[in-house]
Each structure stands twice: as C-alpha cells, then as structure tokens.
C-alpha cells in the first residue's frame, strides 16, 4: 500500500506529481467520456463523472481518500503534471460569460470534472452564471478592485467558498490553465493553528454573521447565453437582508472545521469579544500562510472546510494570454442540499 507522508512544516500543500502510467490512465477514462459528451455542464455528465472517477489508478483514489477523511495532515493537495494543450485552447477568455457545448478546452474541462469527483460530487449555484459546474477565473478590468475571481488590484483575502451557506462545497478544485503573471495562490491550514480554550470558547459560538458575496447578486449574472429570473435571487437576497449568527468554529476541538469569509464576515454588532477574536484568527492564518505560483496543469484540491485562501495582487495582461484558472465545487453529500436544488437530479443549489 502506498504510503503518504506530509512535512511537519506548512511551507506548502502535500504535492503529487502525476507518474506516466496515471497520466496515461487518465486520459483513457477521458476519452471515453469526450466521446459520450459535448460539455460538461449537465447533471447526467457529472453522474458519470462520479462512475468514472472510481477507475481512476488507485494511488490517485488512495489519495483523495486520504485528503477528504482528514488522515493527512494538510489543507491543499497539488496535483502536478496535469495536461492542458495551450495551443488548443486558444486565447483566455476576457470574462467568464462563455458557451458551454464543445468548447477549446473540452478536454482539460473534462479531466479537472473527473479528478473533481474523486472527492465527491461536483455541482453549481444557479445564482453563479446559472448553475456552471465549472467556472472560469481570468481578470476583468472593471472588477480590478473587487473581491471577486476578476479582482487583481486588491488582496483576494482570506474565506471559504460560498461561507455564507450551509450546503457550501466541502473541497474545490483549482486547474491552472496560464499563469504569466505569476500570481500567487495563497492557502493557510487551520489545523496549523494553536487555538487557545478561551478563543475556542468564543469562536465556536453563533456569534458572527456573513452575507453572500457579489459573484451571487443579478447584476454579476448578466450573460448573452442565458437569462436568470429575480425569483433565483430570492434566498440570496433574504439570506443578505437576515444574514443568521453562525460560528467560525465547529465539529471536532482537535480537527475544527471553519466558516470564514473575511471581506462579508463581521461579529454581531457591539459584540467587540467576538470581533477581536476573529482579528486574532485571521492574523494566525497570516501567521501559517503559504503561497503557491501555479504553472499550467497543476491542480489543487482544496479542502474548504479545513483550510482558507486567497490570491496576490498581481499585474494582469488583460490580453490573449491573461491569467486563467478553472474552478468546481464538490461536495460529500448531495443529499443534503436537496432542499436548496430543484430536483433530486439537478446539481445545481438554488
């Protein structure tokens, strides 16, 4: 049996360079899969998606295994050595507002789906360009200042994928398709953190509350391929007209699971306890942050339950070669978010 070590130090994630056999293996399973489907954005590509991901070789299974059931002991795994053909996939996109069927870059699309859900299952918020399992991340000039996947100017600071919901992503993936600039990824580990009886006791209490994020208002939803009615809107706009207390903390004292979003988080007004201990957790991921420049065809697994990221300022192109990354969300347990999805089908959150 393969045995997975990790440094004690968080100087970076637990990396895994892909071996010949794996690649060859992988992309075995991806052809069969290009040839049944022409995009990956429906609900019967991501069925077979979670089918297939179980022929995947069986240290990549061990792997994942590992990383989602908490016996490594790291935030992020990068996976290192993953195809991506940049002549084929022609110029970055200048928005993320792209078709859906048959695009460029079906086949990188296809393997970052697949090595997706051998964590889980991969799914969308209707409320996030209508459902795409697949996102794209490049820079927008008028988002420069924004916390948001088209921001540079700015820090992209510390928060866990859609925080503000309850049925958020336990892992996301990250597939690098460029990165000239040189971008920094930026990832912190909670599980390297001493937390004091005191903070604990604090942080674990529904004492703090967060709002959605823009990426899930309508008027970063506008799109020329599809049309959103207000009424997919309406829990976001309840959940940020009443955002609910919730904790920072909870599960397990010893392995803590986290619900941080430090731009749309705030302690209950006039609770200052509450607000210095969550300063004083932000500052300890400051204190444990590691930086990764991703290069074309390195993938990190994140665990968004465990661990907190962001991203650098950088200079970006805005141009053929611009900065460009994809992004899926996964989840352990689709059954729980069926309220939120219109059918037992569906993979999209509503």
């Not at 994942?64 to 970055?92: N, T």
């Not at 430090?262 to 306890?273: K, V």
């Not at 968004?304 to 994809?326: C, F, I, T």
């Amino acid at each position: 049996m393969p045995n997975f070590k990790v440094a004690s130090k968080p100087e970076s994630p637990y990396v895994h360079c892909l071996a010949p056999r794996e690649r060859l293996s992988i992309e075995a399973i991806v052809d069969e899969l290009l040839h049944n489907f022409g995009s990956v954005e429906t609900a019967e590509f991501a069925d077979a998606c979670s089918l297939s991901a179980q022929q995947l070789p069986r240290r990549l299974r061990e792997l994942a295994h590992r990383f989602k059931y908490m016996h490594l002991q790291c935030g992020a795994v990068l996976l290192r050595g993953i195809a991506v053909d940049d002549h084929r996939i022609g110029p970055s996109p200048q928005h993320w507002d792209a078709p859906w069927r048959n695009p460029p870059t079906l086949r990188e699309e296809v393997t970052q789906c697949l090595l997706s859900a051998v964590l889980g299952d991969i799914f969308g918020w209707r409320t996030q360009e209508n459902g795409r399992f697949l996102r794209h991340i490049v820079p927008v000039l008028k988002e420069s200042e924004e916390q948001l996947g088209g921001g540079s100017s700015v820090t992209l600071v510390w928060h866990n994928e859609e925080a503000f919901h309850e049925c958020r992503g336990d892992f996301l993936s990250i597939l690098c398709y460029r990165n000239d600039e040189q971008a920094q990824t930026i990832l912190s580990y909670v599980g390297d953190i001493a937390i004091p009886d005191e903070k604990w006791a604090i942080l674990a209490a529904p004492r703090y509350t967060i709002r959605p994020d823009k990426s899930h208002f309508p008027d970063q939803n506008v799109s020329a391929h599809w049309r959103l009615d207000d009424h997919a809107f309406a829990r976001i706009q309840c959940m940020y007209a009443d955002p609910q207390p919730v904790p920072v903390l909870s599960g397990s004292r010893e392995k803590p699971f986290i619900q941080v979003d430090e731009a749309f988080m705030c302690a209950i007004e006039g609770d200052a306890e509450a607000a210095e201990a969550f300063d004083w957790l932000l500052r300890q991921f400051d204190d444990k942050k590691n930086s990764i420049v991703m290069q074309p065809g390195d993938m990190l697994w994140i665990d968004n339950k465990r661990a907190v990221h962001g991203r650098s300022v950088y200079l970006p192109h805005y141009g053929p070669r611009q900065r460009w990354l994809r992004r899926v969300n996964v989840t352990l347990n689709l059954r729980a978010s069926l309220p939120y999805r219109e059918s037992a089908l569906s993979r999209h959150i509503v």
